[in-house]
């Protein structure tokens, strides 16, 4: 019997999971990133972790630098650019505006895998500064600058005294880095030691107190 040359030829088996992969490979390099550190994470381990072959890996991603710009970009910088949205749809009180991306940012961020990855750059950004450049360019300063807009909002409509904004968007995110930092180092060894949620609500309460306007 002769093949028939008009029948549909069978798919590679890869091409039918073809959408789902790059999220696949990226949680699985996500969680060997935070496990292992940047210097310690093999690509073949990643692909094993994702279930696919190295081959299926290099389709996405072409080594592991960009696997892990892929990472932060999904996990940090996304969420960043939906703040830049929202500050600018956003018409209420800008220390209301404030609040929600620090409470938004322990929900998408700071309660999940991904709050692994500032430690790992602090850790190994000397010794890696092309992706502590990448970091800085892609995560910090976006970071900033979108506080910095809330607070100049802020200045500009009388609800917070006058300040340099830049300075205080660095002060606001600070304890964003130590709850950060300790969810991924001390607190297994320390359940206790520290309310992330609490710090974050004591932190808004400095805010408000040390940004309200100068009496008279």
Same mark, same amino acid.
């Given at each position: 019997?002769?093949?028939?040359?008009?029948?549909?030829?069978?798919?590679?088996?890869? #091409? +039918?999971?073809?959408d &789902?992969? $790059?999220?696949?490979?990226?949680a699985a390099?996500?969680?060997?990133?935070v496990? *292992?550190?940047y210097?310690?994470?093999?690509?073949?381990?990643?692909?094993?972790?994702a279930?696919?072959?190295?081959?299926?890996?290099?389709?996405?991603?072409?080594?592991k630098?960009?696997?892990?710009?892929a990472v #932060? +970009?999904e996990?940090? &910088?996304? $969420?960043?650019?939906?703040?830049?949205?929202?500050?600018?749809?956003?018409?209420? *009180?800008?220390?209301?505006?404030?609040?929600?991306?620090?409470?938004?940012?322990?929900q998408?961020?700071?309660?999940?895998?991904?709050?692994?990855?500032?430690?790992?750059i602090?850790a190994?950004?000397?010794n890696?500064p092309?992706?502590?450049?990448?970091?800085l360019?892609?995560?910090?300063?976006?970071?900033?600058?979108?506080?910095?807009?809330?607070?100049?909002?802020?200045?500009?409509?009388g609800?917070?005294?006058?300040?340099?904004?830049?300075h205080i968007?660095?002060?606001v995110?600070a304890p964003?880095l130590l709850?950060?930092?300790?969810?991924?180092?001390?607190?297994?060894?320390d359940?206790?030691?520290?309310?992330?949620?609490?710090?974050?609500?004591?932190?808004?309460?400095?805010l408000?107190?040390?940004?309200?306007?100068?009496?008279?």
């Amino acid at each position: 019997m002769k093949p028939n040359p008009t029948a549909p030829k069978p798919e590679p088996r890869w #091409v +039918r999971r073809k959408d &789902a992969r $790059p999220e696949e490979i990226t949680a699985a390099a996500l969680n060997l990133f935070v496990e *292992r550190g940047y210097a310690n994470t093999r690509l073949e381990d990643v692909a094993a972790r994702a279930g696919v072959s190295k081959g299926t890996l290099y389709l996405y991603f072409a080594n592991k630098q960009e696997l892990f710009k892929a990472v #932060v +970009r999904e996990g940090l &910088a996304s $969420p960043i650019a939906e703040v830049q949205g929202m500050i600018d749809q956003y018409e209420g *009180r800008a220390f209301d505006l404030l609040g929600m991306v620090l409470h938004g940012w322990w929900q998408r961020i700071g309660s999940t895998p991904i709050s692994g990855i500032p430690k790992l750059i602090l850790a190994e950004a000397r010794n890696f500064p092309e992706i502590a450049e990448f970091y800085l360019a892609e995560v910090v300063r976006p970071g900033l600058e979108a506080i910095s807009r809330i607070i100049e909002r802020g200045v500009q409509a009388g609800e917070f005294r006058r300040v340099e904004a830049v300075h205080i968007a660095q002060l606001v995110f600070a304890p964003t880095l130590l709850v950060a930092c300790w969810c991924n180092s001390l607190a297994p060894f320390d359940p206790d030691g520290m309310d992330p949620l609490r710090v974050i609500d004591e932190h808004l309460e400095m805010l408000r107190r040390g940004l309200a306007p100068d009496p008279g």
